[in-house]
């Protein structure tokens, strides 16, 4: 069983920038692809970005050149650096942990870019 949790969401103006945190419980973190989706309100949840177990790392075209996704797995932790934030970026951030037949999610982190 693994816990993740997300932080470091907040309220940030237009061209501001957060960095979220998701933190994952238990030793088997590396062999684990970790992603994160997001959910604005009425919307359906759509992948933001993906790192694997390597550190190849995918995006969502909406996010390239402004999210990073890094993975530091000697603290079991998955970050996303969010620069020039857009009120289009608000929305629930959503860590999760995946290998094969198997899926975890985190509770969420609320980002809200408004001036």
């Known amino acids: 069983q693994v816990q993740v949790v997300e932080s470091g969401g907040g309220l940030v103006q237009p061209g501001g920038s957060l960095r979220l945190s998701c933190a994952a419980s238990g030793s088997s973190f590396s062999t684990y692809a970790m992603g994160w989706y997001r959910q604005a309100p009425g919307k359906q949840r759509e992948l933001v970005a993906t790192?694997?177990?390597?550190?190849?790392?995918n995006y969502a075209e909406s996010v390239k050149g402004r999210f990073t996704i890094s993975r530091d797995n000697a603290k079991n932790t998955v970050y996303l650096q969010m620069n020039s934030l857009q009120p289009e970026d608000t929305a629930v951030y959503y860590c999760?942990?995946?290998?094969?037949?198997?899926?975890?999610w985190g509770q969420g982190t609320q980002v809200t870019v408004s001036s």
């Open positions: 790192i694997t177990t390597g550190g190849s790392t």
């Open positions: 999760n942990a995946a290998r094969v037949r198997t899926l975890y």
